[in-house]
């Protein structure tokens, strides 16, 4: 597992110092101590998950889902924007999956994956022998020192862009992935699914001013073939998974429809 190779990334949640790693522990000077949990992750929340954290069945689906291959478009793009990353850490990483992709792009690089969800955590933990898997709140603010990550990724999770420009080297980039209006419509469409907010964007664009400046984007459209039980995983491993919705009983062509949206932490 590999939370040593980026346990000097970390800073104890309680107090701020740094945190060494010893026989599975995680601890500051001060005598916080963090256990590896038998999954491998370790939790730096400090308290519990919130309610609306993904769930076990959530992690599942999302699992299931991008193990199919249906998102490499998104791995392929990530990765054409990165050049020899050393430490790469993505918030809201849910399973892994991205990272672990850009880690078998990279394998000088060591990656830190973070999420509020301990399900997902334990997921991660295991995607890739050099990522390691830390329970943290991105809103809270990341358990990380400043100025480390070469490179900050966060695909359709929340953002603290205030906390990624801390966590980043001077120059280093912040890779954002989220969906355009017409992402998934059919299946939206089909089963009634939440709809995607039209001025994401824009209010992404914004929401960066004084941490990033804007470097790239680029929309990346495709088609899935979707079969019954990747539809349901979709339906699953979303925040549909809270709602109400319909069934289908048979296969879709769904359009593909994301963002990717590069930044750079100005380097004075
Ligand atoms: C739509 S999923 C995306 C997961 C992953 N990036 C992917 O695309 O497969 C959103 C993720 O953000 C996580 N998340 C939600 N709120 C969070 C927070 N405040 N801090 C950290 N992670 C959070 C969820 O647990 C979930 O794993
Ligand atoms: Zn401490």
């Not at 809201?92 to 992709?101: K, V």
């Not at 509020?116 to 830390?134: D, E, L």
């Not at 990550?149 to 992935?177: K, M, T, W, Y």
Request: hydrophobic share 45%.
């Amino acid at each position: 597992m590999g939370l040593e190779h980026v346990a000097d990334l970390l800073v104890c949640p309680t107090c701020g110092q740094r945190l060494t790693i010893e026989e599975r522990t995680l601890g500051c000077r001060t005598g916080h101590r963090f256990d590896q949990a038998r999954q491998g992750h370790v939790n730096l929340l400090g308290r519990a998950a919130p309610a609306n954290a993904d769930s076990a069945e959530m992690v599942a689906a999302r699992a299931r889902f991008l193990g199919g291959g249906h998102y490499q478009p998104i791995v392929d793009a990530l990765n054409g924007r990165i050049r020899a990353p050393r430490r790469i850490v993505e918030a809201g990483a849910g399973t892994g999956h991205y990272l672990a992709g850009v880690l078998d792009a990279h394998p000088d690089a060591v990656g830190l994956a973070t999420d509020v969800s301990p399900f997902a955590a334990r997921r991660a933990a295991k995607a890739h022998p050099r990522m390691g898997s830390v329970v943290a709140d991105t809103w809270a603010g990341l358990p990380v020192r400043s100025g480390v990550a070469d490179v900050v990724l966060c695909v359709f999770a929340p953002r603290n862009p205030a906390e990624f420009s801390r966590i980043c080297v001077p120059g280093g980039l912040l890779l954002v992935v989220t969906p355009n209006e017409g992402h998934l419509a059919q299946a939206r469409e089909q089963l009634g699914l939440l709809g995607i907010q039209d001025d994401k964007l824009s209010r992404l664009n914004r929401s960066m001013v004084g941490a990033f400046e804007a470097v790239w984007s680029q929309r990346i459209h495709w088609t899935l073939q979707l079969d019954a039980a990747a539809l349901a995983d979709l339906v699953q491993m979303g925040p549909n998974a809270f709602h109400e919705h319909s069934r289908v009983e048979d296969g879709l062509e769904v359009d593909a429809d994301v963002q990717l949206s590069v930044f750079r932490r100005p380097a004075g």
